[in-house]
């Protein structure tokens, strides 16, 4: 199999939970819950006959979006650790393969230039026969009888309900509370965690940089949650301004993880070694042009108040 001719096929993308102003916490987390099984089972059975990059990437985006989903709620329904800990390995599994493909697919045709146009011929080409069995392995996972059984194994415990027997002494008021009204802590405890991470942005290292990249992804998905109960204006307005904060910062982790890929490569390839100091050197370009609209972006973020829409029982509020 080539990485050239990996087919484009269709793939099922994540996005808004339609969510009505009457369902309880836990309907409401059901809901999230089963909607990120689905998109992760539609990816899933895309990439068991021949492996998909952008499939992939679903997949973990579905992962990731049940995880931000299980530690929104945690203050309300607790997950048991066998299954979080299926989520964690399903995503170090995966993720490998992802950095591979973003550094091949991605990375690479954006840094080629006609000086160093050699290099990186040589490179993709040393690159592309060391992808093949991490595709493999890939594909083997996904169709393993572990990780299917993760998925079947969460959604029966949703669909049984299992926290209530996993936990005696629940408090049912607390399940039974008013999704729309929770929604609003919840989102905020999110942007809080954003906000004192984003304040670090000026000087940051890579790992700071990662840190504020992660929280901005925990708010994306849960503004996706639940962008039924906020303004709709106000919303599209903050997550396009925050995709585009997401986008810079993932430029610069894509750049630092392709240069941990190559430093593990790079003393048996001497044009590995080669491609990994233009990306060094990259990586730090890139610092230096993006930091100031990084740090636009975030203040623009912050100036923006989220409102839950009008309800007939609950006024509305900004924060």
Not at 126 to 149: A, C, G, K, Y
Not at 231 to 240: A, D, E, I, P, R
Request: charged letters at 30%; proline letters at 1%; a positive charge.
């Amino acid at each position: 199999m080539s990485f050239d001719s990996l087919k484009d096929k269709a793939r099922i993308k994540s996005g808004m939970v339609e969510l009505s102003d009457n369902l309880t916490v836990e309907d409401a987390f059901s809901k999230i819950a089963i909607q990120c099984l689905e998109n992760i089972e539609s990816n899933k059975d895309g990439m068991i006959e021949d492996y998909d990059i952008e499939g992939l990437h679903q997949l973990r985006v579905g992962l990731r979006r049940l995880k931000t989903a299980v530690y929104l709620f945690n203050q309300y329904i607790h997950v048991p650790e066998a299954l979080l800990s299926e989520i964690k390995w399903s995503n170090s599994i995966l993720g490998k393969a992802r950095d591979w493909d973003v550094m091949l697919l991605t990375l690479l045709p954006k840094l080629e230039n006609n000086k160093d146009k050699a290099i990186f011929i040589e490179a993709r080409a040393i690159l592309n026969d060391r992808i093949i069995p991490i595709h493999q392995d890939t594909s083997l996972f996904v169709s393993s009888n572990r990780f299917n059984e993760f998925i079947c194994s969460f959604r029966t415990w949703i669909n049984k309900k299992g926290w209530i027997e996993l936990d005696e002494t629940h408090d049912r008021q607390k399940l039974e509370q008013s999704a729309y009204h929770v929604s609003k802590h919840l989102l905020k405890i999110r942007l809080e965690k954003f906000y004192k991470e984003g304040k670090k942005l000026s000087g940051a290292d890579i790992r700071a940089r990662h840190q504020v990249r992660k929280a901005a992804k925990q708010v994306n998905y849960t503004l996706q949650f639940f962008q039924s109960y906020f303004s709709s204006k106000l919303t599209g307005s903050y997550l396009k301004n925050l995709s585009k904060l997401q986008d810079k910062l993932g430029l610069l982790n894509d750049l630092a993880i392709a240069q941990q890929i190559l430093r593990q490569l790079y003393k048996h390839e001497s044009t590995l070694d080669k491609l990994n100091d233009l990306i060094r050197k990259q990586l730090k370009s890139s610092v230096d042009e993006n930091m100031d609209e990084i740090n636009k972006l975030f203040k623009k973020l912050m100036a923006i108040k989220l409102e839950v829409h009008k309800h007939p029982m609950i006024e509305t509020e900004s924060f």
